[in-house]
Every structure is written in structure tokens, then in C-alpha cells.
């Protein structure tokens, strides 16, 4: 069980919006830290695609965007794409783990 | 190129002992921290470990607290995990991350990763 929260699949026909959310509380995202996505491509390693809360690493298209509110963020792809049939994953410091923590993924697919 | 490679991974037996390489290029090594993840067949990412820029400060995850030893050699470009007491949970492939920060705790944010070492425990 993770402590952050991710739906496990979303899917989309291409060119459609899709989002994905990813629930925490308040030892990790309510307490105002910061949240990163990761995109993972089958037998890829994971790379990173949004970071603090809505900020998009040079090269990653803006097709892409990241949101946060209250205890909770979310990723949102528009003009779905094949290519962007990956998991994705958020991450965000859970202060009583004191620690990192990802959500349990996320599975996009493209219809 | 800007590039981290794993090694040491291999099969092992429970209540054995391991430690695993990564090798960072491309890059000043001594300016960031690194991260351990780990990702255990089929299922999602699990942060394993963190060390900063000068080995003043680490973490770990709670299922690994007590058996595993980060540390880094900056000289070498490289950061180490030392797995002991390991147990069929453990069996993972194991990423090193860069950090974008010299304090891993100020950041967490993993935006340069390796390809992964596999580690196996099982009788």
C-alpha cells in the first residue's frame, strides 16, 4: 500500500486528454512539499517529467503539465499520443517516514 | 554525455550480502546528491536510499533501515549500497538517480537515472 495514491490505469484515444491523480495527505503533499512525476517506458528506465508541482524538465514537451492542490496533484497529458502508452509515477517527502515516497504508478494506454 | 552505470547486481541467498556500483560521467559528481530506487518485479518505484554531496547526511527507506549502507566516493565518481541480511523482498532491480541538489533533502527531485543492477535473493 502506498502512501501516495495513483489510480493503477487511464486510458485515452489519441489526441484526447487524460489525467492522473495522485493522493497523499498530511505528512507529505498537504505539508506543502514539493511533487514530481516520472514517466516509464516498458524495460526503460524511469525519467523525469514534472518537477516541483508543475515545472517541465527542457525537452519534455507541453503536452504535459502538472497541478497541486491541497493534499493532492495531478498530471495531465493532452493530444494523446502512442508514445505516451508508459507508467507514471509521483513522488513527494513524506515527514514521517522521513523519507521519499512514490505512488504505486499509474498505466497509461492508448486506445 | 551525462550518464550512471550500475553493477554488482547478481543472485544471492537470503541472509546473504551484496554491494552494489554506480559509476556517474559527464558530469560534476560532487555537486549533487544521489538516490538508490528500487523496483521489484512488476511492481512500482520504491525510494531504497539517499546520500549528499559530501557524505554529511543519509537516508534510507524504513524496509531497508539497518541493512543497507550507502556511501560514495567522490574521488572515483562514484556512490555505493551495501546490502546485507538480504531477503527474497530485496529481489529488485536497483536504479542510482542523480539529485538536482547537493542535499538530497532539500530535493528529491531524481533527474538523471541508470539503466538498473538486478538483484536476486532466493534459496
Known amino acids: 500500500q502506498s502512501v501516495l495514491t495513483q489510480p493503477p490505469s487511464v486510458s485515452g484515444a489519441p489526441g484526447q486528454r487524460v489525467t492522473i491523480s495522485c493522493t497523499g495527505g498530511?505528512?507529505?503533499?498537504?505539508?506543502?512539499?514539493?511533487v514530481h512525476w516520472y514517466q516509464q517506458r516498458p524495460g526503460t528506465a524511469p525519467k523525469l517529467l514534472i518537477f516541483?508541482?508543475?515545472n517541465r524538465p527542457s525537452g519534455v514537451p507541453d503536452r504535459f503539465s502538472g497541478s497541486k492542490s491541497g493534499t493532492s496533484a495531478s498530471l495531465a497529458i493532452t493530444g494523446l499520443r502512442a508514445d505516451d502508452e508508459a507508467d507514471y509515477y509521483c513522488?513527494?517527502?513524506?515527514?514521517?517516514?522521513?523519507?521519499?515516497?512514490f505512488g504505486g504508478g499509474t498505466k497509461v494506454t492508448v486506445l | 554525455e551525462v550518464q550512471l552505470v550500475e553493477s554488482g547486481g547478481g543472485s544471492i541467498q537470503p541472509g546473504g550480502s551484496l554491494t552494489l556500483s554506480c559509476v556517474a560521467s559527464?558530469?560534476?559528481?560532487?555537486?549533487?546528491?544521489m538516490h538508490w530506487v528500487r523496483q521489484r518485479p512488476g511492481k512500482g518505484l520504491e525510494w531504497v536510499s539517499g546520500?549528499?554531496?559530501?557524505?554529511?547526511?543519509?537516508g534510507y527507506g524504513d524496509s531497508v533501515k539497518d541493512r543497507f549502507i550507502v556511501s560514495r566516493e567522490n574521488a572515483k565518481n562514484s556512490v555505493y549500497l551495501r546490502l546485507s541480511r538480504l531477503e527474497p523482498a530485496d529481489t529488485a532491480l536497483y536504479y542510482c538517480?542523480?539529485?538536482?541538489?547537493?542535499?538530497?533533502?532539500?530535493?528529491?527531485?531524481?533527474?538523471?537515472w541508470g539503466r538498473g543492477t538486478p538483484v536476486t535473493v532466493s534459496s
Open positions: 559527464g558530469f560534476a559528481f560532487d555537486d549533487h546528491a
Open positions: 546520500i549528499t554531496w559530501n557524505s554529511g547526511k543519509v
Open positions: 516541483g508541482n508543475k
Open positions: 498530511d505528512s507529505n503533499i498537504g505539508l506543502g512539499y514539493d
Open positions: 538517480a542523480r539529485d538536482s541538489e547537493p542535499n538530497y533533502y532539500d530535493s528529491y527531485k531524481l533527474d538523471v
Open positions: 513522488q513527494s517527502y513524506d515527514i514521517l517516514l522521513s523519507g521519499s515516497v
